[in-house]
């Protein structure tokens, strides 16, 4: 039998944080891969912030977006990563200067960004290594929650059937940037995926929903129950932004958005009548690294 290793390397420039990912796919003949998770990096940078209240990114976070971009081409270089690909979600996509700035990274930084849409980020996520989490014999509804949108995904008896992206996220939500319509649409969505299934599990990533299973002290692979997230909220709400900070020991940049990323999560809970949520730890970057082994091996 025959071992190969490639390191590889995902960058996910999200609209509340941007993260630099660096796993190995390791294959042995007749086997599927197997992921190994090497260094991850995030950096604060609120893309968001600036995009959904100007329109553009703002000359501060742009200065911090190209060392970030720097820093993260000298780490993939130092950790010999083969092949990598750098992801920009909504914020990139919703900004007037965003193409602008991915030439001048590319130019610069050496790092080729490429603008992705929800759908192509919906099912980007979607590729990432659920098995060690679904059950063939069950229907979930997957909900990865970012700055600036929500994807959903259904999967049905180990298949995925329909995803879809929302322009709901949680620094849109903390700018009051989402209107009832908006959260209405997600609704009917929801409930009508939903409907012909008689029993759902939801599935929740994104850093918020990992910081708060983190928090509940249960081991990987159990789930939380919609009581328990409900009284984690109230919790939540109990507490100044300062208190977050320092009782509950929570980052800067996190200690706002984990309000309404708990929000997200109830209502899809609600919508799809799910009691309980898993979380695995995947996200946008996991799902990249797959996406190059994919292509690297043309599956």
Known sequence: MSFKSVKYGAIDIGSNAIRLLIATANTMTGNPPNFKKISLVRVP????????????????????????MKAYKLLMQVHKVEKYKAYATSAMRGSQNGQEIADY?????????????????????????????????????????????????????????????????????????????????????????????????????????????????????????YFYLASYYEKLQSYTYEERIYSLNMNQDRADVIIPACRIYLRAMKWSMAKNIYVPKIGLSDGIIKSIYNADNRI
């Open 45 to 68: 940078i609120r893309l968001g912030q600036d995009v959904f209240t100007t329109g553009e990114i703002s000359e501060v976070n742009f200065n911090r977006m190209v060392d970030a």
């Open 105 to 225: 990274i590319k130019e610069n930084c050496g790092i080729e960004i490429e603008i992705i849409d929800g759908s192509h980020e919906a099912a980007i996520i979607a590729m990432t290594d659920l098995h060690n989490v679904i059950d063939e014999r069950k229907v979930y509804l997957y909900v990865d929650v970012g700055g600036g949108s929500t994807e959903f995904t259904l999967f049905a008896y180990g298949k995925e059937v329909v995803s879809r992206s929302f322009q709901i996220g949680t620094v849109r939500l903390l700018n009051d940037m989402v209107n009832n319509s908006l959260w209405a649409e997600a609704e009917n969505w929801v409930k009508e995926v939903c409907k012909p299934y008689s029993k759902i599990e939801l599935i929740g990533s994104g850093g918020n929903i990992n910081n708060i299973f983190k928090s509940s002290g249960k081991s990987q692979g159990k789930p939380l129950s």
